[in-house]
C-alpha cells in the first residue's frame, strides 16, 4: 500500500470515529435538555401546588374565628414567604438572556 493511500485511510477513519463520537454528544445533549425540561416542569408545578395552598389558606384566613385567626395568618405568611422565594427562584431560572 502506498503511503498516500494509507494516509487517506487513516484520515477517513479519524473522521468516522470523530462522527460516531460527535452523534454521541448530540444524543448526551438531547437528553441533557430533556432533563432541564423535566425539572424545569417540575419546578413550575411545585409553585402552581405552593400558589394553589396559599389561596385556600387565605380563603381559610377569612372564615376561620379570632380565636385561631393569629395562627391561620402565621400559616399564610409561612406559605407567602416560600412562594415569593420560589417566585423569585423561578424569575432568575427563566429569565431570557
Known sequence: MEIDQAYRLKKA????????????????????NADIRINDALQLEDL?????SASSKMQELETVGSDAWEQT????DRLWEDLKAGMAQAHARF???
Request: no cysteine.
Open 13 to 32: 477513519a479519524q473522521l468516522k470515529e470523530w462522527g460516531a463520537q460527535l452523534d454521541l454528544l448530540e444524543a448526551q445533549a438531547e437528553n441533557a
Open 48 to 52: 402552581r401546588a405552593r400558589q394553589r
Open 73 to 76: 395568618k402565621e400559616a399564610v
Open 95 to 97: 429569565k431570557s438572556p
